[in-house]
Nanobody
């Protein structure tokens, strides 16, 4: 079974930066697309950024030119560099991946437990 663990959240002032990391572990055969979602209090979970196994990326309009998603396939990891943070970026950030475990017949969508990002002065 494949698990995802996020790290790197915390409290930062507006205009600051944070880098989130997400590492996959377990009996991994292959990981396809990886994504970052976020959920603010009282709001629905939304897609922030995604990256394919071929390194094609896409972003929500609200984070374009501020956030950068990247991945390290050797480490089964995905990262989210967040710059010029705004108060409205405050949310729990979740990592998500389409992972094929050893012995699985098809990929499964796996979620991490989330990491809190708070942007406040």
């Amino acid at each position: 079974q494949v698990q995802l663990v996020e790290s790197g959240g915390g409290l930062v002032q507006p205009g600051g930066s944070l880098r989130l990391s997400c590492a996959a572990s377990g009996s991994i055969f292959n990981i396809n697309a990886m994504r970052w979602y976020r959920q603010a209090p009282g709001k629905q979970r939304e897609l922030v950024a995604g990256i394919t196994s071929g390194d094609s990326t896409h972003y929500a309009e609200s984070v374009k030119d501020r956030f950068t998603i990247s991945r390290d396939n050797a480490k089964n990891a995905v990262y989210l560099q967040m710059n010029s943070l705004k108060t409205e970026d405050t949310a729990v950030y979740y990592c998500n991946a389409d992972a094929l475990g050893v012995g699985d017949s098809e990929p499964r969508r796996v979620w991490g437990q989330g990491t809190q990002v708070t942007v406040s002065s």
